[in-house]
């Protein structure tokens, strides 16, 4: 049964249980379990293709999952349960449940055509109901804490990769979510790029932002995750502290990815 969010304060914010997914005949996602707690940094790594796009998506519901469940703040994502099993929840229930999740993705998708600041102010405008007034203060406010406040009027081609990246976390972070939801924010970005977006994103986790980043920078991971997960082939094969799983790889496939990793980033 469901329960309201705030009977829920200690129950993790996410939560994973025997997710699976195909696409077609292929089996993508195998039996996934995974909590992610408040203020928790959850790092996701593994090899393409392993899985971990798909999860992510799964868990925010832009892909339905076949088996499982995945709850955020206690509440069913996705699904309505009922004597015939489980159907699709309603587009609005959906948006609704979803609405603690923040997400950032590689590539940035900033509209072109509105400044910084209207790419930052439209969702709290237009999903909160925010006044333009208050939007725009809440705007500012977010843009500081990625320390662009002086660039509110540019237009997103004005900006660099890093730069726009920055741009859609501070969006992201307008809508006052309770998770964050990172798939490979610096993988499209030049490498004197990358360096500006984790600095961000340490910092958010340092304030105590919950995040969950699939991530190939294992430097940051190891820096600032509290849980890395190891995904190969749809399944969560290790997981674990940075110190666990960095330096005591237990499983032969852990070993094998990161000493690919070491060998390709020497
Ligand atoms: P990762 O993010 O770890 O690189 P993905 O989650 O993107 O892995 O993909 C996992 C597997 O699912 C891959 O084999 C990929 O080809 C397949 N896949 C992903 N999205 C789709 C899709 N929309 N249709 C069919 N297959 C897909
Ligand atoms: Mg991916």
Redesign the pocket.
């Known amino acids: 049964m469901e329960q309201s969010s705030s009977s829920h304060a200690a129950s993790p914010i996410i939560r994973v249980r025997g997710l699976g997914k195909q696409?077609g005949d292929?089996e993508?996602l195998r039996n996934i379990d995974l909590d992610i707690d408040r203020s928790e940094v959850v790092c996701v790594i593994?090899p393409?293709?392993?899985?971990?796009?798909?999860l992510l998506r799964c868990i925010a519901f832009l892909e339905a999952y076949d088996a499982g469940f995945v709850h955020i703040d206690g509440m069913l994502l996705g699904y309505r349960l009922n004597d015939a099993g489980r159907t699709l929840a309603s587009n609005k229930e959906i948006s609704r449940v979803r609405r603690p999740l923040g997400m950032v993705f590689q590539h940035f998708h900033l509209w072109p055509h509105r400044t910084v600041l209207g790419n930052v102010t439209e969702a709290p405008r237009l999903v909160n109901g925010l006044s333009r007034r208050a939007a725009n203060e809440l705007g500012q406010k977010m843009l500081a804490q990625v320390g662009l406040a002086e660039r509110a009027h540019a237009y997103p081609e004005q900006l660099s990769g890093g730069q726009k990246q920055r741009v859609a976390i501070a969006r992201a972070m307008a809508m006052e979510p309770q998770v964050m939801l990172f798939d490979e924010p610096t993988s499209a970005l030049d490498p004197e790029l990358v360096g500006e977006v984790l600095n961000v994103m340490k910092r958010l986790a340092s304030d105590g932002m919950t995040m969950m980043i699939v991530t190939h920078e294992m430097g940051f991971a190891a820096h600032v995750a509290d849980t890395v997960v190891f995904m190969d082939q749809g399944e969560i094969v290790e997981h674990g502290p940075p110190q666990q799983v960095f330096k005591t790889p237990a499983s032969a496939r852990l070993q094998q990815f990161l000493e690919t990793w070491r060998e390709r980033s020497l």
Not at 48 to 54: D, L
């Open positions: 696409f292929t993508v593994g393409s293709g392993s899985g971990k796009s798909t």
